[in-house]
C-alpha cells in the first residue's frame, strides 16, 4: 500500500487547513492510522493517530485544534487543523499507527507565517 499526503500550504497563524491521506490499498486491513510531522532539525512526531474502531489520539501540542478522521470507503484519512501556530510548520506525512508502519511518502509541506 502506498500513501500519498496532501492539502498542505502556507497559512497565516490563526487559519486553518484540511490534510488528505489517499492510499492505494484498504485503509481498513492496516488498522489504525495516523499523521505524523517532521519540522527542520527536530524527530517526526505523532501528532494524531485513529483507530480502526474510530478512537483517537492526540498529544497535548495540538489536542483541541486538530482533528483526525478517516472513511475507510474511501480509503483516504484527513486532518482538520485549526488555530495554526508556527510552531505547527512541518512536513506532514501519514502511516499506519500502532502496527507495522509502511514505506514513507514525500509528505506535504505545512507553513504557517505569524
Known amino acids: 500500500v502506498q500513501l500519498q499526503a496532501s492539502g498542505g500550504g502556507l497559512v497565516q497563524a490563526g487559519g486553518s487547513l484540511r490534510l488528505s491521506c489517499a492510499a492505494s490499498?484498504?485503509?481498513?486491513?492496516?488498522?489504525?492510522m495516523g499523521w505524523y510531522r517532521q519540522a527542520p532539525g527536530k524527530q517526526r512526531e505523532l501528532v494524531a493517530g485513529?483507530?480502526?474502531?474510530?478512537?483517537?489520539n492526540y498529544p497535548d501540542s495540538v489536542k483541541g485544534r486538530f482533528t483526525i478522521s478517516r472513511n475507510n470507503a474511501k480509503n483516504t484519512v484527513y486532518l482538520q487543523m485549526d488555530s495554526l501556530k508556527p510552531d505547527d510548520t512541518a512536513v506532514y506525512y501519514c502511516?499506519?499507527?500502532?502496527?507495522?508502519?509502511?514505506?514513507w511518502g514525500r509528505g506535504t509541506q505545512v507553513t504557517v507565517s505569524s
Open positions: 485513529i483507530n480502526a474502531g474510530g478512537g483517537t
Open positions: 502511516n499506519a499507527w500502532g502496527g507495522a508502519q509502511l514505506k
Open positions: 490499498g484498504s485503509i481498513f486491513s492496516i488498522g489504525g
